[in-house]
């Protein structure tokens, strides 16, 4: 049984058969492949486009969608195998996995860190429980990864520019008041790369690399796809010559939790926030950001109120490339 | 594109074919206006009967509704155009409701005043940010108005009384712990007024005249469609004869976010509270009051269980209005 | 009119039709006895499997489940009569039961006892209002009793112990950090009376027996029935050679709401987690849990995951015994 954990643990062949797919559904196909099937979507943190392209998705295709809140509506969840459950969980993911798996044909979860221990974080626990324990096919929702959101990225991208091997990718960090989760920086190296890109990662300083599982795969795919991924703190040679630009905040992950330690590394990047000045550096490349997107703080309001800015079809993206990914998982047999 | 932000914005004529069709509803006529359509509830604040009657409403009409809780369960939103959004905000409306317009058909959104300042409030910001942005038509489920709630009224009205205009109808200020919202007074002056009936608006003390927009719409339409308007602080002349008694409590504007001032005005109408006794001054009179609803406090028990009191037929013609607006939205071209 | 508040209300042959009907919808058979209905789960706490399984169930049956969260995101309710509401509740449920009834066909609530005063809580005071006002069937997900999960129960030992008539059954209590609600053991102890088994109920000390209503009721139904009731502080007497085992724990009543003076009792049962140890006293016992359940605090590991262990088949259950019970009360006249 597959799940959708990761594009990781997906081929380029089989990743491009779902963006077919989506394409597909972008221009009006249908299908009933959930037809008395239904998905629990199981959130841990708030949500608003995810939640709703998940359920309007399900329900187009036929099926029934549950949206459980996991803080506040359930009960808090343990996950670690041979515990004693005497501090605040009330059930162990062995049981919620099991049961949860009588009633619905597929579970999609959001579970982002807590912002504690990367060591702990970085093995995704609670997605991996829950999959190792559920009988039906698990999907991630944003944990580490946000595997979702690198296909409607991906989408977007061959929308806009047709076949993106060996186009210049500019994954760059942008300024945000909290430190926040690696996940979708994550995603970006992984899909980037898995497609042949060239990767110009900007950071404002070496420790915003991103966890060394994700730089070693996506230097890994692109030794098998011929891209490249090159990591630099030069904001010119940046964005110089880049057909898209993805912006993105993390926080270091050297001081993943005891965030006071990271100030003046952020501070190198308090200019980094995308101007009209550095996309005319690029080759009239094409911008984005997953959304919620802090306007003037991350990108110049003329910057995302222009032609080149395609974080909205991103987003409409979603709804598509989760229903081919259902569609996928809800099929096997 | 249309929308459904105040029945100010809807002809007398437009309004009644609204009425018609959910009369038309409540008497068994069937529409699947909504096949294959959905519509996103935003819910800034707490609701029961709104955000039931609009999910069993879609899914009457075939169409499908997905809640949600803009407070806790999705990101703080920002609708000022140009800020640097380095607070708390994470999103802008001009996102959300583009992204939202590209999943759904219809943008149904409740969100009350913040009770900090109403020069800002009575721009109604976020709903009008919301129909500026989205594609798709935005429908009013109660911000500084609440134009749901006033269908369910005259529709509660117009079978109880027949043809309204002409008809005596008293808006009470009644007594309650807390300064609310002015949405439903606005509310019930607009239909009453549009509909021509002669308004006597009963207040404690002059401060509690509602909005001038409010107060100045209203008497436009009683100028035209040949009602009356008058504010009193007198409960005889009020209730003597009166045809239709509305109840509402609500703060007053110039003490708005200052409340303590508020106290002595508000002490005059310690005795506002719904009695058999002031009923028994009235032509005979139906009463009615949007939910929730305080006993005792806003309206005494007598007068609540009496069959003059049709509170709960206007909550059950919520369903049918917003079945009829729903329909009347998505059937634009 | 017929509500599903208690099974006590019911006859032992009418809930042998409901299991029956729930087993056969565990066989593959299929209603849509809900088409053109809908149901309102009504939640004032937490849940995960209720919530799923009812809403998953009505759409099964062709109907529509509306979630409301009472605590949030409806109105704080009334559910006195003749209350003068100036304190926090904004509603009373003499309204909410009328309205939600207009757009509605059934009503499911959940409504935990506030762990108080349990004089007022045993009387159940808020779903006993709801279904005095409420003008459709309504259901108890759990409140002082837990009689969905009661089903799930008795199929699911039906199922592994064919006739349960004259078996052994225990019903033990279990440590916990928390004085918890008495709802599964008052449920646990009806069901299994009204089915004529013999009841061991096994508890540290004399102040864990249960509300006089359900010993009592669990007399009555063993008197007719055929079956025993004896309770016990023995250990050994209690697990030999039991058919059933059923752990949960509760807060001793006559500590209620002042839970200090209840510690040295429950320091009585420090060693009445079920271990293999025990369970090997008993006839190859079947062992069971309602969930949320805390490992290794009530139940240790090694029972938990061996072939005797059927809480997941219980909670899979829910989904058909509630099936049944809504089609069952959605066909009356």
Known sequence: MRNFLSTADWSRPELQGVLDRAAAFKDGATSRALEGKSIALLFFNPSLRTRSSFDIGAHQ????AIVLDAKGQTWPMEFTDGTVMDGTAEEHVRESARVLSQYVDLIAIRCFPDFVDWKVEREDPLITA?????T????NMETIVHPCQELALMLAMQSRLGDVAGKEFLLTWVPHPKPLNTAVANSALLIASKFGMNIRMLIPDDVYRLDER??????NFVAEGGGSLKV??????AYDGADAVYAKSWG??????????EAPSRAKGADFMITPEKMAMTNNAVISHCLPMRRNVKIADAVVDSPAFMGIEEAGNR????KAIMENLAGQA
């Open 61 to 64: 295709l036929g099926g029934h």
């Open 130 to 134: 829950f999959a190792a324990h559920a």
């Open 136 to 139: 039906v096919p698990v999907i």
């Open 214 to 219: 994700y730089m070693g795969a996506a230097e």
């Open 232 to 237: 630099t703190t030069d904001v010119k040679a």
């Open 252 to 261: 270091a992950l050297p001081f993943f939790g005891q965030w006071d330690g």
């Open 319 to 322: 709804l598509h490339v989760q």
